[in-house]
């Protein structure tokens, strides 16, 4: 498995958030969804339940050859603005 760099100014963020590291690394190691960002950037996805609704954990990587990079992760309650079908 690849190393995790949290870039210090998401580490903040995902701090005042409530994000812990952990999450990050479950939704990189076991994103139920990968899908582009902007800027040639990817996007990990994983449904979370938190106090009892679902919210969707986004994380904003960068992928080396040996390590992410994560730019930000962030929660949101908008789930079908971001999840993408898989269907055609």
Same mark, same amino acid.
């Given at each position: /498995?690849?190393?995790?760099?949290?870039? !210090?100014? +998401?580490? $903040?963020? /995902? #701090?005042? =958030? %409530?994000? !812990?590291? @952990? &999450?990050v690394g479950e +939704? *990189? =190691? @076991?994103?139920?969804?990968?899908?582009? %960002?902007? %800027? %040639?950037? @990817?996007?990990?996805?994983?449904?979370?339940?938190?106090? =009892? $609704?679902?919210? *969707? *954990?986004?994380?904003?990587?960068?992928?080396?050859?040996?390590?992410?990079?994560?730019?930000? +992760?962030? *929660?949101? @309650?908008?789930?079908?603005?971001? &999840?993408? #079908?898989?269907? !055609?």
């Amino acid at each position: /498995m690849k190393e995790i760099e949290i870039i !210090p100014i +998401a580490k $903040k963020k /995902m #701090d005042r =958030r %409530g994000i !812990p590291e @952990s &999450w990050v690394g479950e +939704a *990189l =190691r @076991s994103a139920e969804q990968i899908v582009e %960002g902007h %800027g %040639g950037r @990817s996007v990990a996805q994983q449904r979370r339940r938190i106090r =009892r $609704k679902e919210r *969707l *954990l986004r994380v904003v990587f960068e992928e080396t050859q040996d390590k992410y990079v994560v730019i930000t +992760a962030y *929660l949101t @309650s908008d789930i079908e603005r971001y &999840w993408k #079908d898989e269907t !055609p």
